[in-house]
Protein backbone atom coordinates (compact mmCIF):
# COMPACT_ATOMS: atom_id res chain seq x y z
CA UNK A 1 0.00 0.00 0.00
CA UNK A 2 2.64 2.37 1.19
CA UNK A 3 4.92 1.71 -2.04
CA UNK A 4 2.39 2.15 -4.26
CA UNK A 5 1.58 5.24 -3.19
CA UNK A 6 4.99 6.74 -2.17
CA UNK A 7 5.24 5.64 -6.03
CA UNK A 8 2.17 8.38 -7.49
CA UNK A 9 4.46 10.70 -4.93
CA UNK A 10 7.46 10.88 -5.67
CA UNK A 11 6.54 11.22 -9.37
CA UNK A 12 4.98 14.27 -8.03
CA UNK A 13 7.67 16.38 -6.21
CA UNK A 14 9.71 15.51 -9.40
CA UNK A 15 8.07 17.16 -11.40
CA UNK A 16 8.30 20.41 -8.61
CA UNK A 17 4.33 20.61 -7.63
CA UNK A 18 3.33 19.92 -4.11
CA UNK A 19 -0.45 19.66 -4.98
CA UNK A 20 -1.62 16.27 -6.53
CA UNK A 21 -4.45 16.64 -8.95
CA UNK A 22 -7.58 14.68 -8.63
CA UNK A 23 -6.69 11.53 -10.75
CA UNK A 24 -3.39 11.52 -8.81
CA UNK A 25 -4.66 11.94 -5.18
CA UNK A 26 -7.06 9.06 -6.50
CA UNK A 27 -4.26 6.78 -7.47
CA UNK A 28 -2.96 7.30 -3.41
CA UNK A 29 -6.20 6.83 -2.05
CA UNK A 30 -6.47 3.77 -4.12
CA UNK A 31 -3.58 2.16 -3.01
CA UNK A 32 -5.07 1.92 0.41
CA UNK A 33 -8.15 0.72 -0.35
CA UNK A 34 -10.05 3.49 -0.33
CA UNK A 35 -13.58 3.41 -2.69
CA UNK A 36 -12.87 5.69 -5.73
CA UNK A 37 -14.87 5.09 -8.88
CA UNK A 38 -13.52 2.83 -12.00
CA UNK A 39 -11.90 6.56 -13.83
CA UNK A 40 -9.28 6.66 -16.43
CA UNK A 41 -6.95 9.11 -17.73
CA UNK A 42 -7.26 10.26 -21.36
CA UNK A 43 -4.39 12.16 -22.81
CA UNK A 44 -5.80 11.84 -26.30
CA UNK A 45 -10.06 12.33 -27.86
CA UNK A 46 -9.34 8.68 -28.88
CA UNK A 47 -8.29 7.42 -25.80
CA UNK A 48 -11.35 9.05 -24.21
CA UNK A 49 -14.02 7.90 -26.44
CA UNK A 50 -12.32 4.30 -25.55
CA UNK A 51 -12.59 4.89 -21.77
CA UNK A 52 -16.35 6.16 -22.73
CA UNK A 53 -16.94 3.17 -24.25
CA UNK A 54 -15.28 0.37 -21.57
CA UNK A 55 -16.81 2.88 -18.92
CA UNK A 56 -20.13 2.92 -20.18
CA UNK A 57 -22.05 5.98 -21.50
CA UNK A 58 -23.36 8.60 -19.61
CA UNK A 59 -20.37 9.98 -18.54
CA UNK A 60 -18.29 12.64 -16.86
CA UNK A 61 -15.23 14.71 -17.88
CA UNK A 62 -12.48 16.52 -15.52
CA UNK A 63 -9.77 18.07 -16.95
CA UNK A 64 -6.87 17.73 -14.53
CA UNK A 65 -4.00 20.55 -14.45
CA UNK A 66 -2.02 21.15 -11.68
CA UNK A 67 -2.70 24.97 -12.22
CA UNK A 68 -6.28 24.43 -11.91
CA UNK A 69 -7.28 22.85 -8.56
CA UNK A 70 -10.63 24.45 -8.25
CA UNK A 71 -12.24 23.05 -11.54
CA UNK A 72 -16.11 24.47 -10.84
CA UNK A 73 -14.14 27.66 -11.23
CA UNK A 74 -12.77 27.15 -14.29
CA UNK A 75 -15.84 25.21 -15.95
CA UNK A 76 -13.53 22.21 -16.51
CA UNK A 77 -15.89 19.91 -15.42
CA UNK A 78 -18.97 18.80 -17.78
CA UNK A 79 -21.56 16.21 -16.41
CA UNK A 80 -23.97 13.73 -17.93
CA UNK A 81 -22.12 12.83 -21.47
CA UNK A 82 -24.52 10.91 -23.15
CA UNK A 83 -22.95 10.18 -27.11
CA UNK A 84 -19.28 9.78 -28.88
CA UNK A 85 -20.85 12.71 -30.81
CA UNK A 86 -21.50 14.67 -27.24
CA UNK A 87 -18.07 13.53 -26.16
CA UNK A 88 -16.01 14.93 -29.31
CA UNK A 89 -17.87 18.33 -28.60
CA UNK A 90 -17.22 18.45 -25.45
CA UNK A 91 -13.83 17.38 -25.78
CA UNK A 92 -13.11 20.76 -27.34
CA UNK A 93 -14.77 22.66 -24.95
CA UNK A 94 -13.33 21.52 -21.59
CA UNK A 95 -9.98 22.80 -23.62
CA UNK A 96 -11.43 26.02 -24.65
CA UNK A 97 -12.58 26.59 -20.88
CA UNK A 98 -9.10 25.49 -18.91
CA UNK A 99 -6.92 27.87 -21.77
CA UNK A 100 -9.56 30.75 -21.32
CA UNK A 101 -9.12 30.43 -17.28
CA UNK A 102 -5.27 29.96 -17.23
CA UNK A 103 -3.65 30.09 -20.38
CA UNK A 104 -0.53 28.94 -19.14
CA UNK A 105 -2.29 26.02 -18.08
CA UNK A 106 -0.34 22.51 -18.19
CA UNK A 107 -2.58 19.96 -19.04
CA UNK A 108 -2.09 16.53 -17.76
CA UNK A 109 -5.18 14.84 -19.12
CA UNK A 110 -9.38 14.66 -18.80
CA UNK A 111 -10.46 11.80 -16.62
CA UNK A 112 -13.24 9.99 -17.98
CA UNK A 113 -15.68 9.05 -14.94
CA UNK A 114 -19.03 6.87 -14.50
CA UNK A 115 -21.84 9.20 -13.54
CA UNK A 116 -22.39 8.23 -9.93
CA UNK A 117 -26.01 7.90 -8.17
CA UNK A 118 -26.47 10.70 -5.69
CA UNK A 119 -26.13 9.85 -1.78
CA UNK A 120 -26.13 11.57 1.44
CA UNK A 121 -22.89 13.50 1.10
CA UNK A 122 -20.05 13.31 3.93
CA UNK A 123 -16.83 15.34 4.01
CA UNK A 124 -13.30 13.61 5.25
CA UNK A 125 -10.61 16.19 5.84
CA UNK A 126 -6.87 16.34 7.07
CA UNK A 127 -4.54 19.00 8.57
CA UNK A 128 -1.99 19.32 9.94
CA UNK A 129 -1.15 21.34 13.56
CA UNK A 130 2.63 22.18 14.26
CA UNK A 131 2.32 21.31 17.80
CA UNK A 132 -0.37 17.86 17.87
CA UNK A 133 0.53 16.47 14.40
CA UNK A 134 -1.52 15.33 11.93
CA UNK A 135 -5.81 15.44 12.94
CA UNK A 136 -8.98 13.96 10.55
CA UNK A 137 -12.36 16.22 10.19
CA UNK A 138 -15.92 14.37 9.67
CA UNK A 139 -18.90 15.98 9.10
CA UNK A 140 -21.92 16.17 6.66
CA UNK A 141 -21.31 17.79 3.34
CA UNK A 142 -22.76 21.36 1.37
CA UNK A 143 -24.24 22.83 3.93
CA UNK A 144 -24.03 21.41 6.97
CA UNK A 145 -19.73 22.01 6.40
CA UNK A 146 -20.19 25.40 4.91
CA UNK A 147 -22.20 27.31 6.68
CA UNK A 148 -23.18 25.51 10.11
CA UNK A 149 -19.21 24.22 10.28
CA UNK A 150 -21.30 20.81 12.14
CA UNK A 151 -17.44 18.62 12.12
CA UNK A 152 -15.35 16.92 14.35
CA UNK A 153 -11.90 15.89 15.07
CA UNK A 154 -9.25 13.56 15.84
CA UNK A 155 -5.88 13.17 16.06
CA UNK A 156 -4.32 10.47 14.22
CA UNK A 157 -4.16 7.54 14.46
CA UNK A 158 -7.70 6.29 15.49
CA UNK A 159 -9.32 3.75 15.95
CA UNK A 160 -12.57 1.94 15.38
CA UNK A 161 -14.06 2.96 18.69
CA UNK A 162 -13.42 6.64 17.41
CA UNK A 163 -14.38 6.46 14.26
CA UNK A 164 -18.19 5.35 15.50
CA UNK A 165 -17.70 8.04 18.16
CA UNK A 166 -17.14 10.89 15.64
CA UNK A 167 -20.05 10.01 13.67
CA UNK A 168 -22.08 9.77 16.24
CA UNK A 169 -21.75 13.21 17.76
CA UNK A 170 -21.92 15.22 14.87
CA UNK A 171 -25.23 17.21 15.43
CA UNK A 172 -26.29 16.18 11.66
CA UNK A 173 -26.25 12.22 12.92
CA UNK A 174 -29.86 11.62 12.62
CA UNK A 175 -29.57 12.50 8.96
CA UNK A 176 -27.22 9.39 9.14
CA UNK A 177 -29.07 7.30 10.89
CA UNK A 178 -32.01 7.70 9.23
CA UNK A 179 -34.43 10.67 9.64
CA UNK A 180 -38.15 10.60 8.26
CA UNK A 181 -38.28 7.14 7.41
CA UNK A 182 -34.93 7.30 5.43
CA UNK A 183 -32.82 4.30 4.81
CA UNK A 184 -30.03 4.62 7.26
CA UNK A 185 -27.12 5.37 5.82
CA UNK A 186 -23.67 2.51 5.55
CA UNK A 187 -22.23 3.54 9.02
CA UNK A 188 -20.01 0.94 8.69
CA UNK A 189 -18.69 1.78 5.62
CA UNK A 190 -17.83 5.76 6.79
CA UNK A 191 -15.78 3.87 9.60
CA UNK A 192 -14.42 2.01 7.06
CA UNK A 193 -13.13 5.54 5.40
CA UNK A 194 -12.06 6.95 8.45
CA UNK A 195 -9.64 3.96 9.30
CA UNK A 196 -8.10 3.78 5.99
CA UNK A 197 -7.55 7.43 5.97
CA UNK A 198 -6.18 7.40 8.97
CA UNK A 199 -3.81 5.12 8.84
CA UNK A 200 -2.87 6.08 5.01
CA UNK A 201 -1.80 9.85 7.24
CA UNK A 202 -0.34 8.11 9.97
CA UNK A 203 2.42 6.12 7.19
CA UNK A 204 2.89 8.70 5.08
CA UNK A 205 2.59 11.52 7.44
CA UNK A 206 6.55 12.74 6.17
CA UNK A 207 4.67 14.16 2.76
CA UNK A 208 0.98 14.60 3.35
CA UNK A 209 0.12 18.22 4.85
CA UNK A 210 -3.52 18.39 3.89
CA UNK A 211 -6.03 16.36 2.59
CA UNK A 212 -9.94 16.76 1.63
CA UNK A 213 -11.89 13.97 0.18
CA UNK A 214 -15.28 16.08 -0.87
CA UNK A 215 -18.03 15.29 -1.60
CA UNK A 216 -17.75 11.51 -0.46
CA UNK A 217 -21.51 9.43 -1.43
CA UNK A 218 -22.78 7.72 1.23
CA UNK A 219 -25.56 5.00 0.09
CA UNK A 220 -28.24 2.76 2.36
CA UNK A 221 -26.97 0.24 4.85
CA UNK A 222 -24.73 -2.48 3.13
CA UNK A 223 -24.55 -0.32 -0.06
CA UNK A 224 -21.00 1.79 0.55
CA UNK A 225 -19.22 4.96 -0.38
CA UNK A 226 -17.42 6.18 -3.24
CA UNK A 227 -14.81 8.98 -2.71
CA UNK A 228 -16.21 11.52 -5.92
CA UNK A 229 -13.83 14.16 -5.59
CA UNK A 230 -10.17 14.17 -3.71
CA UNK A 231 -7.16 16.72 -3.36
CA UNK A 232 -4.12 16.41 -1.55
CA UNK A 233 -1.30 18.72 -0.73
CA UNK A 234 1.58 17.43 0.25
CA UNK A 235 4.75 19.59 2.61
Not at 56 to 77: C, E, F, N, R, T
Not at 215 to 233: L, M, N, S, T
Request: net charge negative; no cysteine.
Amino acid sequence: MKEEALKVIEEVLKSGRTALVEYEAKQVLKAYGLPVPEEKLAKTLDEALKYAEEIGYPVAMKLMSPQILHKSDAKVVLLNIKTPEELKEKWELIHENARKYRPDAEILGVLIAPMLKPGREIIIGVTEDPQFGHAIMFGLGGIFVEVLKDVTFRLVPITENDARKMIREIKSYPILAGARGEEPADIDAIVDLLLKVSQLVDELRDYIKEMDLNPVFVYEQGKGAVIVDARIILK
